[in-house]
């Protein structure tokens, strides 16, 4: 029997969820795109954010495009592997 999936306090909250979704659909995502995506102000990203790199889910690398300082946001391995086994404990749920 398959060990059950493990549902994710910390991926749960709403905008967290979608965060890591839209994370996992790319290598890595810009912050101010991911705050557009997702209709966010930059301070409520900025904590969702600092939620998940405290866990260790997401990582932050920052540089230089167009002259601007940029904050490029990647799931970390041990997020990728969080977001999946949650999405599979969501679709348990729904499931049966």
């Known amino acids: 029997m398959p060990e059950a999936a493990a549902f994710d ?3 749960h909250a709403p905008h967290r969820l979608r965060i890591c979704a839209a994370l996992s659909a790319a290598q890595k995502v810009e912050f101010g795109f991911l705050q557009e995506r997702l209709a966010l102000s930059k301070s409520a990203l900025s904590k969702h954010l600092s939620q998940l790199v405290d866990a260790g ?7 230089v495009r167009d002259s601007r300082s940029r ?11 969080a977001y999946d086994d949650h999405v ?9």
């Not at 889910?57 to 540089?63: F, N």
């Open 9 to 11: 306090q910390v991926i």
């Open 57 to 63: 889910y997401v990582s932050q690398e920052r540089g």
């Open 88 to 96: 599979r404990a969501l679709q348990e749920i729904v499931g049966g």
């Open 71 to 81: 904050l490029w946001l990647s799931l970390t391995p041990a997020g990728r592997r």
